[in-house]
């Protein structure tokens, strides 16, 4: 299956879709909403065929396609894959359907929406496949555009600033890694990922910086970290990293349900996929001599974001933070696995225990993510777009099921064992506490203030008496159960056999841990 | 007086006499002589030229005179189609009344 | 290998399986619901059973067997699972196999009314199955993943009832409490694993309780001077403080009644409770490491110890002055926890775990017996509301009077011998006296609280019908519950009273049991214990006595009648009826200093990290309008100015495009004559 361009097949089948589903849902907004399905399931069958083709004893790149685009400027149209960009490929593929799934019960304007989350997931597929710099920032700042038309349309009632403050904000952060994306390329001649990473590696990237920008008379190591500093300021926006973050809820909360699921699912992933794939090999001695203030960062990731959910009414401000809360683990993970360079078993097994967490986080925070607002999207459009707490009450008297299936998606959130969400962060936990033992046990307490918050959403929304005006509150109906239902499956099965995703990411693991050597 | 002096005398007050006619003349169709008057004395200095130049043997005045006469008769029939075109629509080709091209 | 030790995880999937199939039946499948879990609870008991059998029949190093698999890999490790079977295994399996099946027979009667008849048998066989699943773990990792479910079980029991506000506060503040300490068990967790490598306990020669590893954590010291052993044993410690509710992470277990009786029999009297002192007994070994090079005792158990005191007495101590007859039997669980930790911190695992078992028979009992009462009082709750059922329930009163005297100690009940072994190992302590002497006072009150209990529960006249006030009931006076409660009440008296014959001083089968060695009669060993059991007799019938001197003597008659001790010392019984008012406490420290974390966060969000990228983009549109004034007063002004001499000439020039053909043709004659000219005389220039 390797001639095949298979990666760029995947890409260009949704933005066909949504030209198609343009076109074709004029007519009818029941095609289109259809015809979208159709299309992100085909996605979803192509992405489960690269996983099932997938060789899984190989750390590098798999699927490679690489033709000249700029050669004067060598930019390349570089794709390929490997651990990490497949699951990242899975996890966007569910996510879409999810959000199409959610996003069902959109009246206005249909085609146009749907065309548009087609476009989203487009742009996720490139950024997560792309291997040039250029490549990869095209899809990168291209996904911002749908996004942002998403909110803008179809949002709530502070929409407009939203979207504004998330364009602006993010397009502010991804200028800075331009930047430093340029400066490299004046040193090293090259956009290539891969190139960049074995040229840093060898340490002979921050001679040729010095030498070819020697701005301000800055020693080379602070060149380093001023390069670093601007692409980290890219990532950090995306991820969000706290303080980086204050776009995220007012996004969220504004944003249409099913675009706040692609927005959490998927779209925050590109963030934390940036750092593994670019600052970790790349950056990583720069990480290092910088690594306490990004744990104290990691740190008020986690505990402020908890601590922010806890203090939330709005279900989906609540869930918005908890992203953030959630994602501080990931960072925790990465943080730590750069702290200490060398490559001694002890180290390498450690290391390989956070990173492995963060990838299987990544992948578990957005199934379980999506599936939450998914429900947030339910219980709003059956109150009538109530979404603050004190709106509900008592509902699992009238939806038992909804009950059930709701609170398996939060016990997953917050880390149940048996559910994905619990193998991920006991990884992470485990590789990060010998490695940066202070940082880990003070995130402990966002693992607490979690539980804290996730319980009281149950108690205030289905515990209690029934409140009045939900005395019609419908149960989840039939179809809308076996919708659910995967997501809900793919939980527990990820919860009870992580090998099943952890067996495709292990390769790519081994070979991340073995590149932080300098 | 040389006779290419003569012929270019001539060819001077021909010219002269269209140019005061193109100029002064309020009807087009008259302007329109006038200028043939010009391309004529344009065509007796060619003739002249050619006639008491250096040489003689090669028919060269002559072909530029013959194309310049097919020019001009081209040109006429085009300018009286205009004229008839213009007349058609103004009813008049007086040219002081045709002035919508004016800027 | 034989078959019981390869399948033993079909003891735990059993029940893991029906509460799953239970979980997506009809609501009105009831009989279908309950047959499962009953059925599947019964297969479990058989295979606990033959367990227990194998390792009855094994010796020495076979009576430890384990089957190890591999679950996941990251980098070049994978990660192991695997159960374990040994005497602590399959004693508690069938401690908890047997009790729980009791209890299910019995909730069948309890909540035949219940319309969530269903979903309580869900989860009391999810329960099943993850607390199974904790005893045969051979992993950290696994025992802590079931751990959770139990816990959440738990949570979902104690919030049964949803519908009221009170019961989905308790069910938080269960899960959360018992979260608190998890997370210590968590760190502990890692760091067990970072510091060995593998969290398998039994692993021939490499698990983590194991010689190799034990010596290394028992030789380095890490903070405080602790060896790594301690520190992570007194880690894993807070997570079985938390479910174990022992002193400072007690407060969920009262408010834990708020559940349906059965469950606070079994998962808040017999089972979850003791799950934390099972944990410590199964890393006793690392808890314990170290104490062979020299030293006497290590760190962690004695911070087992005390605690472990500190809670008897205070659980004795606030049982002392509750109405609520479940509330007086959770402080008293409590206690006896607490009782737990000190046999195991001071005498070893088969002490602390002796009392964990018939502590579960007869505590299981009681509680079921209250139970019965409640139904039998149609909903009450109050003892001050009871009284005279022992001929109302006559039964019932039999059973539960059996388990009081369990509970109490009274010789020759099975609490007698399990207590009185922690007592005499407290006595030889060699560190401290203290927890002896607390658990003695700590025994004095059991008898105390519970001859208060009896006598407002069963002596006199029922007050029942005289309480008008307090709520409505359709149907006056009490009456005896159903055969499918009442049976399990009797079945469950036989062991509280004999259970303690399998571990008495003369004949300490249960002790060899668990060490693997087989057991000796031998008299002379009560010479030994004998001075100690007559002083426990002795403290136990002083408790019983005083307790009829104070409420026997002269029956309680009206309903609002103060306590005797309220009457007597106010003060003293307000603080143990609001049990020190821990609650109030931890309500003004604990909980009030996350919420302000929590609004301090929010508002850190809101002005600081907010208010930055507000004063950013201020700045910017602020440059904004400098720029567009800029541009509407200077710029656009000498742009206008330009445009405007532009259009002027423009219009100049469009004059001269007059349309006057002649006039044309005047420019031309006279640019000829100007070119002439110029060729003329300019040329020659």
């Known amino acids: 299956m390797n001639a095949f361009p298979w990666l760029s097949l995947l890409t260009a089948l949704p933005v066909v879709g949504a030209g198609v589903v343009l076109v074709a849902g004029a007519r009818s ?145 991804s200028v800075a890694m331009l930047l430093s994306f340029l400066a490299m390329y004046l040193a090293a001649n090259t956009f290539e990922f891969e190139e960049l990473a074995t040229i840093a590696q060898s340490g002979r990237l921050l001679p040729s910086l010095a030498a070819s920008s020697s701005w301000m008379h800055l020693t080379p190591e602070h060149l380093g970290l001023v390069i670093f500093a601007g692409v980290f300021l890219g990532f950090a926006v995306k991820v969000p990293v706290i303080p980086f973050h204050t776009w995220l809820p007012d996004t969220y909360a504004e944003a249409p349900t099913g675009t706040t699921i692609l927005l959490t699912g998927a779209m925050s992933k590109m963030g934390l996929y940036g750092f593994l794939r670019i600052l970790v090999p790349i950056f990583a001695p720069q990480m290092q001599s910088v690594l306490t203030p990004l744990l104290w960062m990691a740190v008020a990731t986690v505990v402020l974001g908890s601590l922010s959910a806890m203090a939330q009414t709005d279900l989906k401000r609540i869930f918005a933070y908890s992203s953030i809360n959630h994602l501080g683990y990931c960072l925790l993970g990465i943080f730590a696995a750069v702290r200490y360079a060398g490559s001694d078993a002890q180290l390498l097994t450690q290391r390989a225990a956070a990173l492995s967490g963060t990838m299987l986080q990544m992948f578990n925070h957005g199934i379980t993510a999506a599936t939450i607002f998914w429900f947030v999207a339910i219980l709003e459009t059956r109150s009538g777009g109530a979404r603050e707490l004190s709106d509900f009450g008592g509902l699992r008297r009238n939806a038992p099921v909804l009950a059930g299936m709701m609170g398996i998606a939060l016990f997953s959130s917050l880390g149940l064992p048996g559910l994905n969400g619990f193998i991920s962060e006991f990884l992470i936990f485990k590789g990060a506490f010998p490695l940066a033992t202070w940082a880990t046990a003070l995130c402990t307490i966002g693992l607490l203030i979690t539980a804290v918050f996730i319980l009281n959403v149950i108690q205030r929304v289905f515990s209690g008496p029934l409140q009045e005006r939900h005395s019609n509150f419908l149960d989840l109906s039939g179809k809308e159960q076996m919708l659910l239902a995967p997501a809900i499956a793919l939980m527990f099965l990820l919860g009870l056999d992580p090998q099943i995703l952890l067996s495709h990411l292990n390769a790519t693991v081994l070979q991340l841990t073995n590149t932080i050597k300098f | 007086m040389t006779p290419l002096n003569l012929f270019l005398l001539l060819s001077a007050l021909l010219f002269s006499i269209g140019l005061a006619g193109a100029l002064t003349r309020r009807n087009a169709i008259l302007v329109l002589i006038g200028i043939e008057l010009m391309l004529n004395a344009a065509n007796i200095n060619l003739i002249a030229f050619w006639r008491f130049g250096p040489n003689p043997e090669a028919l060269t005045g002559v072909m530029f005179a013959i194309f310049s006469i097919s020019v001009a008769a081209a040109e006429a029939a085009v300018g009286l189609a205009i004229i008839l075109a213009v007349y058609r629509h103004n009813k008049t080709t007086n040219l002081n009344q045709i002035d919508t091209l004016k800027g | 290998m034989s078959w019981i030790v390869h399948n033993l995880w079909l003891v ?8 799953g199939v239970i979980s997506v039946m009809k609501q009105r499948q009831r009989t279908l619901a309950a047959g499962l879990a009953v059925g599947s609870m019964a297969l479990s008991f058989v295979l606990a059973l033959m367990a227990f059998v194998q390792v009855l029949t094994s010796h020495g190093e076979a009576t430890r067997q384990f089957s190890n698999f591999a679950w996941f ?42 319309e969530n008849f269903k979903r309580f048998f869900c989860f009391l066989a999810l329960f099943a199955g993850a607390m199974l699943g904790v005893l045969i773990a051979n992993n950290l990792l696994l025992l802590f993943m079931c751990w959770e479910i139990v816990g959440l079980t738990s949570y979902l029991l104690i919030g049964f009832w949803y519908e009221k506000p009170s019961a989905a506060a308790a069910a938080k503040k269960a899960f959360i409490v018992t979260r608190i300490g998890d997370l210590g068990l968590f760190l502990g967790m890692a760091w067990l694993y970072a510091q060995t490598g593998t969290l398998l306990f039994y692993d021939a020669g490499r698990g983590c309780l194991e010689a190799n590893a034990l010596t290394t954590l028992a030789m380095h010291t890490t903070v405080f001077g602790l060896t790594l052993s301690s520190a992570i044993g007194i880690l894993i410690f807070c997570g079985s403080a938390g479910k174990s509710g022992q002193v400072p992470l007690h407060v969920w277990l009262p408010d834990a009644m708020e559940g349906p009786t059965p469950v606070s029999a079994l998962i808040h009297a017999a089972t979850m409770v003791a799950a934390g002192v099972f944990l ?64 195991l911190g001071t005498g070893g695992v088969s002490v602390g775990m002796f009392h964990l078992i018939t502590h579960a028979f007869f505590k299981a009992l009681l509680f079921l017996g209250a139970g019965s009462v409640i139904h039998g009082c149609h909903g009450e709750q109050d003892i001050r509301f009871m009284g005279g059922l022992r001929k109302a329930m006559p039964v019932t009163f039999a059973a539960y009077s059996c388990g009081m005297l369990a509970l109490c100690g009274v010789p020759l009940f099975s609490g007698f011998w399990s207590k009185d072994e922690i007592l005499h190992s407290a006595f030889v302590w060699n560190l401290s006296r203290g927890p002896f002497y607390i658990g003695a006072i700590g025994a004095l009150l059991t008898a105390f609280y519970m001859t208060r209990q009896m006598i407002y529960v069963y002596a006199g006249t029922t007050r029942l019908a005289a309480e008008s006030t307090h709520g409505e009931h359709g149907h006056s006076g009490a009456h005896e519950s159903p055969k499918v409660m009442t049976v399990p009440l009797l079945i469950l008296a036989v062991p509280a009273v004999v259970l303690g014959f399998f571990g008495t001083p003369v004949w300490p089968w249960f002790q060899s049991f668990l060490e693997g060695d087989t057991a000796n009669v031998s008299f002379g060993a009560l010479g030994g214990a004998f001075p100690l059991m007559i002083v426990s007799s002795l403290i136990v019938f002083v408790g019983l006595g005083l307790g009829w001197l104070l409420y026997g003597r002269k029956l309680i008659v009206d309903v609002g009648a103060l306590d005797r ?43 600081i990290f907010g208010g930055v990228v507000r004063a950013i983009s ?60 110029l060729l003329f005389w300019g040329g020659k220039a």
Not at chain 1, 83 to 96: N, P
Not at chain 3, 284 to 289: D, E, F, I, W
């Open chain 3, 280 to 343: 410590l007994a199964r890393v006793y070994p690392l808890l314990s490491a170290g104490v062979t090079h020299g030293m006497t005792t290590t760190v962690a158990l004695q911070v087992v110890t005390w605690v472990g005191a500190i809670t008897a007495l205070f659980g004795a101590l606030v049982a002392v002055a509750q109405w609520d007859i479940k509330r007086i039997l959770a402080y008293s669980t409590m206690s006896q926890l607490g009782y737990m930790m000190i046999g």
């Open chain 1, 29 to 173: 907004d029941r095609a289109a909403r259809f015809l979208s399905v159709g299309f992100a399931v085909g996605a979803l069958c192509i992405a489960l065929l690269l996983w099932h083709g997938f060789d899984v004893n190989v750390g590098g790149m798999q699927l490679v396609e690489q033709h000249a685009w700029v050669p004067a400027l060598h930019i390349q149209y570089h794709l390929g894959i490997d651990g990490l960009g497949l699951s990242m490929l899975l996890l966007s593929a569910i996510v879409t359907l999810i959000s199409l799934g959610a996003s069902w019960k959109i009246e206005d304007r249909v085609p146009l929406y749907f065309a548009l989350i087609l476009l989203v997931e487009a742009c996720l597929f490139g950024a997560f496949t792309a291997l040039n710099f250029i490549h990869w920032f095209t899809f990168w700042e291209l996904c911002l555009i749908p996004a942002f038309f998403l909110i803008k349309i179809w949002g709530g009632p502070r929409r407009t600033p939203a979207a504004t403050q998330f364009l602006v904000y993010t397009m502010a952060g």
């Open chain 3, 73 to 114: 890999q990251f980098g070049a490790e994978w990660v192991r699972l695997g159960w374990l079977l040994d005497p602590l295994t399959a004693v508690m399996l069938v401690m908890v196999t047997f009790v729980g099946l009791l209890i299910f027979i019995y909730s069948i009667g309890y909540m035949a009314e219940d």
């Open chain 3, 618 to 677: 201020t700045i910017f549109v602020l440059f904004a309008k400098v720029d567009s004034f800029a541009d509407t007063h200077v710029v656009n002004r000498g742009f206008d100015a330009g445009c405007g001499s532009v259009s002027y000439g423009g219009s100049f020039l469009s004059k001269l495009q007059a349309g006057k053909v002649q006039r044309y043709l005047k420019f031309v004659g006279v640019a000829l004559f100007v070119a002439v000219a």
């Open chain 3, 12 to 19: 735990a999937a059993l029940p893991f399986a029906a509460g």
């Open chain 3, 565 to 607: 001790i309220e009457s007597a010392q106010p003060g003293l019984f307000h603080l143990l009826s609001g049990a020190f008012y821990i609650n109030e406490l931890y309500a003004a420290t604990v909980v009030r200093f996350t919420l302000v974390a929590a609004s301090v966060s929010a508002w850190l969000d809101r002005w």
